[in-house]
């Protein structure tokens, strides 16, 4: 499996509401990270995780809250956002160690919120 | 912070004709993505480099340490190329530093 899987693919929220985003990949990775990116604008870094601890934290506002619960497994909650936190976020995969290893990026999950 | 600067900005072409984006960055690099995001869609990597060159297909991506430059070549260019081309590099942290992006190249080919 060469695939990082992202889920939903599309998602509708209210500012209220609680969801989560997941990402899943099998490839061994160890490094797991979130990105979001808005329309016409490259990605920005939000959190890394690497060994399944947070090695990074790109000041995201406390409404963004990962958790990794396995090397497998990356989940972004998502509470009270707001109508300019609608974006693409997009999941990727890597090797954690200092060398050249590749990137695995999943399919994004498109979020708008109301 | 390493600077990451793609030049052109935006490029449409004729089916056909042979395309060139460039990149430079500041700061020394572990290694170098190419990547590929259509409309509204994920992103794909075509290519990860650390020294010379490499070919898939109809695409060629080189990269010149020394002088911190790397270019993404398309032959034969094919209005399924129409994408979004985006550099990225990763700093000697390796994987668990995240990538800096350039800003992307939007390339439309025109049949």
């Known amino acids: 499996d060469t695939e990082v899987t992202q889920t939903p693919k599309h998602l509708v929220m209210g500012m209220t509401n609680k969801k989560s985003l997941k990402c899943e990949q099998h490839?061994?990775?160890?490094?797991m990270y979130w990105y979001k990116q808005k329309a016409k604008k490259p990605p920005e870094l939000m959190f890394v995780?690497?060994?399944?601890?947070?090695?990074i934290n790109e000041s995201v506002p406390s409404r963004f809250s990962p958790e990794c619960p396995n090397s497998s497994l990356l989940n972004l909650h998502l509470h009270a956002l707001q109508p300019e936190d609608s974006a693409l976020y997009l999941c990727?995969?890597?090797?954690?160690?200092?060398?050249?290893?590749?990137?695995?990026f999943g399919s994004g999950t498109r979020l708008t919120v109301v | 912070k390493n600077e990451v600067e793609q030049s052109p900005q935006n490029l449409t072409a004729q089916e056909g004709e042979f395309i060139t984006i460039n990149c430079s960055y500041s700061v020394g690099i572990s290694a170098l993505h190419w990547l590929q995001q259509h409309p509204g869609g994920g992103i794909v990597s075509l290519f990860m480099?650390?020294?010379?060159?490499k070919k898939h297909g109809r695409l060629i991506a080189t990269i010149n340490i020394q002088e911190k430059h790397s270019s993404l070549h398309i032959t034969a260019s094919h209005p399924r190329d129409s994408a979004v081309y985006i550099c990225a590099v990763i700093g000697w942290g390796g994987g668990a530093d995240g990538l800096t992006f350039g800003k992307g190249t939007h390339l439309i080919i025109q049949p």
């Open positions: 480099l650390s020294s010379g060159k």
């Open positions: 490839m061994g990775h160890r490094a």
């Open positions: 995780y690497s060994y399944e601890k947070l090695s």
């Open positions: 990727a995969s890597s090797q954690a160690g200092p060398g050249n290893y590749g990137y695995t």
